[in-house]
Protein backbone atom coordinates (compact mmCIF):
# COMPACT_ATOMS: atom_id res chain seq x y z
CA UNK A 1 0.00 0.00 0.00
CA UNK A 2 1.42 3.57 -0.85
CA UNK A 3 0.92 6.55 1.35
CA UNK A 4 -0.88 9.39 -0.65
CA UNK A 5 0.12 11.15 -2.21
CA UNK A 6 2.33 8.33 -4.70
CA UNK A 7 5.50 9.28 -6.43
CA UNK A 8 5.78 11.40 -9.06
CA UNK A 9 7.53 8.08 -10.52
CA UNK A 10 4.44 5.63 -9.32
CA UNK A 11 2.13 7.73 -10.58
CA UNK A 12 3.80 7.59 -14.01
CA UNK A 13 4.46 3.91 -13.94
CA UNK A 14 0.20 3.33 -13.72
CA UNK A 15 -0.42 5.86 -16.13
CA UNK A 16 2.16 3.45 -18.53
CA UNK A 17 -0.08 0.42 -17.48
CA UNK A 18 -3.31 2.01 -17.93
CA UNK A 19 -2.50 3.77 -21.30
CA UNK A 20 -0.65 0.32 -22.82
CA UNK A 21 -4.14 -1.44 -21.46
CA UNK A 22 -6.37 0.52 -23.11
CA UNK A 23 -6.91 2.60 -26.63
CA UNK A 24 -5.56 5.64 -27.58
CA UNK A 25 -9.12 6.79 -26.99
CA UNK A 26 -9.79 5.04 -23.81
CA UNK A 27 -6.51 6.08 -22.20
CA UNK A 28 -7.53 9.79 -23.37
CA UNK A 29 -11.24 9.42 -21.69
CA UNK A 30 -9.31 8.16 -18.22
CA UNK A 31 -6.95 11.06 -18.17
CA UNK A 32 -9.98 13.39 -19.25
CA UNK A 33 -11.98 12.00 -16.35
CA UNK A 34 -8.96 12.26 -13.77
CA UNK A 35 -8.32 16.18 -14.49
CA UNK A 36 -12.20 16.22 -14.69
CA UNK A 37 -11.93 15.47 -10.75
CA UNK A 38 -9.41 17.85 -9.97
CA UNK A 39 -11.65 20.55 -11.64
CA UNK A 40 -14.42 19.70 -9.58
CA UNK A 41 -12.14 19.35 -6.25
CA UNK A 42 -11.51 23.09 -7.35
CA UNK A 43 -14.84 23.83 -7.34
CA UNK A 44 -15.61 22.65 -3.83
CA UNK A 45 -12.13 23.52 -2.18
CA UNK A 46 -11.36 19.71 -1.87
CA UNK A 47 -8.46 18.96 -4.21
CA UNK A 48 -6.85 16.21 -1.75
CA UNK A 49 -10.28 13.86 -2.43
CA UNK A 50 -11.38 14.93 -6.02
CA UNK A 51 -7.86 15.89 -7.15
CA UNK A 52 -6.43 14.65 -10.92
CA UNK A 53 -4.89 11.61 -9.15
CA UNK A 54 -7.12 11.18 -5.99
CA UNK A 55 -7.87 7.48 -7.50
CA UNK A 56 -7.05 3.65 -6.66
CA UNK A 57 -5.15 1.22 -8.33
CA UNK A 58 -4.72 -1.65 -7.93
CA UNK A 59 -2.77 -4.22 -9.73
CA UNK A 60 -3.69 -8.23 -9.50
CA UNK A 61 -0.42 -10.78 -10.54
CA UNK A 62 2.62 -10.04 -12.14
CA UNK A 63 2.20 -8.12 -15.88
CA UNK A 64 3.14 -10.60 -18.39
CA UNK A 65 2.52 -11.51 -21.83
CA UNK A 66 1.67 -15.25 -21.13
CA UNK A 67 0.25 -15.60 -17.76
CA UNK A 68 -3.56 -13.99 -16.25
CA UNK A 69 -3.48 -10.42 -14.50
CA UNK A 70 -5.29 -7.35 -14.38
CA UNK A 71 -5.58 -3.89 -12.53
CA UNK A 72 -8.15 -1.74 -11.26
CA UNK A 73 -8.10 2.04 -11.40
CA UNK A 74 -10.83 3.49 -9.42
Do not use: C
Amino acid sequence: MVEEPAPAGLREAILAVVRASLSAGGYDKVRDVMRLNHYLGQLVGNTMVFGEYSFNFALFGEPSPTQPWGWQLQ
